[in-house]
């Protein structure tokens, strides 16, 4: 999920953004109200966290890349591996 859009939504209210309809598979123009963006970030990070609440039960580790650097990607997904590392190494 990209950080800015799908994790919490950026403050666009006032602004006309161009934003692509999934049913009608077209772009469309909209400008949101506080209230709208409000609700949208809000909705945004309920969903995330559940995702991450219903990954845990599953016991798989999700990772939340929230960089498109090399390095910073790099970085996340070596955390990852000695987290997973970690915690096999304490069930052994």
């Known amino acids: 999920?990209?950080?800015v859009w799908e994790q919490s939504f950026p403050?666009?209210?006032g602004i006309v953004v161009?934003?692509?309809d999934?049913?009608?598979r077209r772009v469309v123009h909209v400008r949101m109200t506080k209230k709208e963006v409000a609700a949208r970030r809000r909705?945004?990070?309920i969903r995330l966290s559940s995702l991450?609440?219903?990954l845990e039960l599953l016991d798989l580790d999700p990772i939340l890349v929230s960089s498109s650097d090399?390095?910073?990607?790099l970085a996340?997904?070596?955390d990852w591996t000695e987290l997973r590392r970690a915690r096999r190494g304490s069930m052994a």
């Open 70 to 73: 090399p390095t910073d990607l």
């Open 11 to 13: 403050d666009v209210s």
């Open 22 to 24: 999934p049913r009608a």
């Open 43 to 45: 909705a945004n990070e």
């Open 52 to 54: 991450l609440a219903d």
């Open 1 to 3: 999920q990209d950080p």
């Open 18 to 20: 161009p934003l692509r």
């Open 76 to 78: 996340t997904f070596l």
